[in-house]
């Protein structure tokens, strides 16, 4: 437990210092601050941008300011880095106190409990059945997870915002965005990492908050008499319980959906030629990656608190986390987990279509923030 501790506690201090930098820079410019370089880094920027249409190779990606003891950070720079830090602390606060949000808004939404109203029958519905507000848990449950989606794209929303208009109004960002061929070994880093998420989301596991869906019903043929099994008319039954189970991706890492943002977020950032905004926002989302996912391991190693869809941390789910591990492929190098069964569990046709559509994401997705790049937004 001591080393979840202190391992959280340094990502903390990496998140931190990176707003230290922020509030750095931004006193350079607010109070004046020396620098080394003999002119002003406005002056040097606004050389550098007319020097722009000089330059013979499109695929530049360097800095060419001038080297100083203090840096211009544009108001730009500074939005992506306040929202994306807003999403990450945000997301890892909530998740942090989910168990105390969910009572206190259940007890909110108090008076829509026991109204009747349903879900179509074609949908499976969970432990409590079809009812949407059966309890006032579940009303608590489903208002946070609400609530928690609506201030995670609010915040991140606005940080890419902030991202598009500093490409936008930076006249010299597409001729620092690389070639194809200069940067084809980070699209197929960041093509895997989105094939292994995509494949995670059929791959059982706790925390994640995809449901396991199969076909079956049990002795009464409702599906009912399991917890956490449902069935629904159709035949098609709910079964968290299996995800209580380490299988295929969960045998590498338990957070198979998760952590392939770290690989994605620092190639995303590559290919957009690495400069400052491009870590602010993908690098931000890398270190959120590593310290959300450390601190849903603290809370159930704590028995605080509840992940994913499982929201009581019984000895089921600590057996879970005693058989698999944090790190990619720590627990089949120490032998809790068994090299065989990881390769024949893991679904290798999702694997490679979902690299395959990986791919097909990152190209459109690198593309259309090439498109701001080049074209001012009014």
């Known amino acids: 437990m001591a080393r979840f501790f202190k391992a959280f506690q340094q990502l903390l201090v990496v998140m931190i210092l990176v707003n230290v930098g922020i509030l750095h820079r931004q006193c350079c410019v607010v109070f004046g601050f020396p620098s080394s370089a003999s002119s002003s880094f406005a002056h040097s920027r606004s050389t550098t941008q007319s020097t722009a249409s000089s330059w013979s190779n499109p695929a530049y990606t360097k800095r060419s300011y001038p080297r100083q003891t203090c840096y211009y950070y544009s108001s730009h720079e500074t939005e992506i880095a306040a929202y994306t830090f807003a999403f990450a602390s945000s997301h890892i606060g909530m998740s942090a106190i989910r168990r105390d949000l969910i009572d206190r808004i259940g007890k909110f939404a108090q008076g829509w409990v026991g109204t009747g109203t349903k879900l179509p029958d074609f949908w499976p519905g969970d432990e409590a059945g079809q009812e949407i507000f059966p309890t006032q848990e579940i009303a608590g449950r489903q208002l946070y997870r609400i609530l928690y989606t609506t201030v995670s794209f ?224 009014s």
């Not at 960002?173 to 292994?196: E, H, N, Q, R």
């Not at 591990?325 to 569990?345: G, H, N, V, Y």
């Not at 690198?366 to 074209?375: C, D, H, M, R, Y």
């Open 154 to 377: 609010t915040t991140l929303g606005m940080g890419f915002a902030a991202y598009l208009h500093s490409l936008s109004d930076d006249i010299i960002a597409a001729a620092m965005i690389p070639t194809f061929d200069k940067v084809a070994v980070y699209y197929a880093v960041a093509s895997l990492s989105g094939g292994i998420s995509i494949a995670s989301l059929i791959n059982p596991s706790p925390l994640s908050l995809v449901p396991v869906y199969e076909q079956g019903s049990d002795s009464n043929g409702n599906g009912n008499d399991a917890i956490g099994v449902t069935t629904n008319n159709n035949g098609i039954r709910r079964n968290d319980s299996k995800k209580l189970q380490a299988y295929g991706l969960t045998r590498i890492t338990r957070h198979p959906l998760i952590l392939p943002v770290v690989p994605w977020g620092l190639t995303t950032a590559m290919i957009m030629g690495g400069q400052l905004r491009d870590f602010l926002l993908f690098g931000i989302l890398s270190v959120y990656a590593i310290a959300g996912c450390a601190a849903q391991d603290l809370r159930v190693t704590k028995e605080e608190g509840s992940v994913g869809t499982v929201f009581d941390p019984d000895e089921s789910l600590q057996g879970f986390f005693r058989e698999t591990s944090f790190w990619p492929f720590q627990a089949i190098l120490d032998s809790r987990q068994s090299r065989e069964e990881t390769a024949k569990e893991i679904n290798w046709i999702a694997l490679v279509a979902g690299t395959g559509i990986g791919f097909k994401i990152e190209e459109a997705f690198v593309s259309f923030l090439q498109s701001f790049a080049e074209i001012p937004i």
